[in-house]
DNA sequence: GCTAAAATGACAATATATTGTCAAAATCAC
DNA sequence: GTGATTTTGACAATATATTGTCATTTTAGC
């Protein structure tokens, strides 16, 4: 009945459900840092890969671990608004470019501003020593997972 | 240009963007040790909210911090698939309780054993001291973002 | 160069999640 | 107790995400 699991395995199963939920509440304070203007988390991500050096929608799919469909169909939006425009790409005649426009660069540094000042509000909430440590134990997580494989059955 | 954030907000960013990621692969793990017993995480999550005590669809989006309608849905899937059943309740003629079946146990407890295989495997990897750290910090970020709240402009 | 393989965007189908509305039932205020 | 408010499940509409397929283009192997 019950999973028999070492302590470690508790430890890491209760790390694990409590980063979940927190991921949780940091998309929905993500989405309402990006609502002032007209944004959402998915739309935030892309204009931030965007804005890091043009890239194509396969590219952002890769840099944010989202499908190269789903970034597509964002990018698509972000365009339609004004916020991008697909560039030639001189190194891949089908792959084309994001590229922000001015609107794009606003958007994005208002919603920047809007996150610094709620990062900076909990950051020093949290203490930026422990933060520090937590991000250490988060990232071999990471590492750890993706180097793990689930058996099919 | 740059958001001009404080050290200690400098890391609250990049914890919770390192959460995101994270996040992410958790769910994919837990999707692919869901699988082999026919189910997912939002059904397993399920599941387990009606193991630990029966309960309605309403008090268990409220304790996975899921959507009422969102849990009605899977919910409707696992009666169809009959690892659940809406039982009579005494204290409340329409919210009706879920009980998991034989079925529904058989099928819980399989993905129980896979995760503790797993979680062992990772908490043994990590250490079962950080994992306890970190978790605090992740309680503590939680805390604060709930009692944060982001302005609407 | 030429061929086989992989990557890319377009398109579609499906699955999942969110949001809003409604009537019935429960809870609360008094 | 009575009326107002809230909760609950049902239903629907929309938004978002996933999965699969296809033709075109690029890359890799030789």
Redo the contacts between chains.
């Keep these: 009945?019950s999973?028999?699991?070492?302590?470690?395995?508790?430890?890491?199963?209760?790390?694990?459900i409590?980063?979940?939920?927190?991921?949780?509440?940091?998309?929905t304070?993500g989405d309402?840092?990006a609502k002032?203007a007209g944004q959402t988390s998915a739309r935030w991500q892309v204009l931030a890969a965007a804005d890091h050096a043009p890239m194509s929608v396969a590219d952002a799919g890769r840099a944010l671990?989202m499908t190269r469909q789903g970034v597509q169909r964002v990018a698509d939006l972000l365009e339609r608004d004004g916020l991008i425009v697909y560039a030639e790409n001189p190194a891949h005649q089908r792959a084309k470019l994001m590229v922000l426009t001015d609107g794009g660069k606003a958007a994005l540094?208002a919603i920047?501003?809007?996150?610094?000042v709620?990062?900076?509000?909990?950051?020093?909430?949290?203490?930026?020593k422990?933060?520090?440590?937590?991000?250490?134990?988060?990232?071999?997580?990471?590492q750890?997972?993706?180097k793990?494989s689930?058996p099919?059955?």
């Design positions: 009945m999973p028999d699991r070492t302590p470690a395995g508790d430890a890491f199963a209760t790390f694990a409590s980063i979940l939920r927190l991921a949780g509440h940091l998309q304070a309402a840092l002032p671990g540094a920047r501003a809007r996150q610094a709620w990062a900076d509000a909990l950051g020093e909430a949290l203490g930026e422990v933060l520090l440590q937590a991000t250490e134990t988060v990232i071999a997580a990471l750890a997972i993706e793990q689930i099919e059955r």
